[in-house]
């Protein structure tokens, strides 16, 4: 790569300390940004949803505990209210069809999932500061909380199985 965009005229620059002008880059500094840039291409992208980020919308009210319903589901860990429960048993109730299903059939089970929660006057909440709670707004953000469920499940029922052979 280095070679070939050396041979076409290419030079590699990066903007000097105080960055008022360029500065060609050195050869070891220019081959460990490329290894890294062939390391990153070879990783599944995770998206800032994923990494933990959650999309809210700042006009969003903040809730105190009161203010969650029975049917809200609360994302986090070692969260449990009413909501969780029924999400719980929903996953159980899905898992042979989420586990038989392709790829794209498994979205739409998922998808089936949160649609139910939210006909249900459901909603997705996540603490923020002040132990307070607030909406979750990215469908992309609940599909992956929803997913990871029917994952945990699966492999929490082999262990079971597992354990229960010994």
């Known amino acids: 790569m280095v070679e070939h965009i050396s041979r076409k005229g290419g030079r590699f620059l990066k903007l000097d300390g105080d960055g008022s002008s360029w500065v060609e880059v050195s050869m070891p500094e220019v081959r460990e940004k490329i290894t890294q840039m ?3 291409l070879r990783r599944p992208r995770v998206s800032q949803q994923q990494k933990g980020c ?3 919308a700042n006009h969003l009210p903040l809730l ?3 203010d969650i319903a029975p049917n809200d589901v609360l994302l986090g860990r070692k969260v449990s209210n009413d909501g969780n429960k029924r999400l719980r048993d929903m996953v ?3 898992a042979a069809e989420y586990d038989a299903a392709t790829r794209g ?3 739409e089970v998922v998808d089936s999932l949160m649609e139910q929660i939210k006909s249900s006057n459901g909603r997705f909440l996540r603490q923020v500061e002040g132990g307070r709670w607030q909406e979750v707004i ?3 953000v609940i599909f992956s909380k ?3 469920h029917f994952r945990n499940y699966r492999r929490h029922n082999k262990e079971g199985q597992s354990n229960s052979i010994n």
């Open 64 to 66: 105190d505990e009161t």
């Open 146 to 148: 929803v997913s990871s």
């Open 92 to 94: 159980e109730n899905m």
């Open 54 to 56: 959650f999309a809210t």
């Open 105 to 107: 059939r498994k979205k």
């Open 138 to 140: 990215d469908d992309a």
């Open 38 to 40: 062939l390391r990153n």
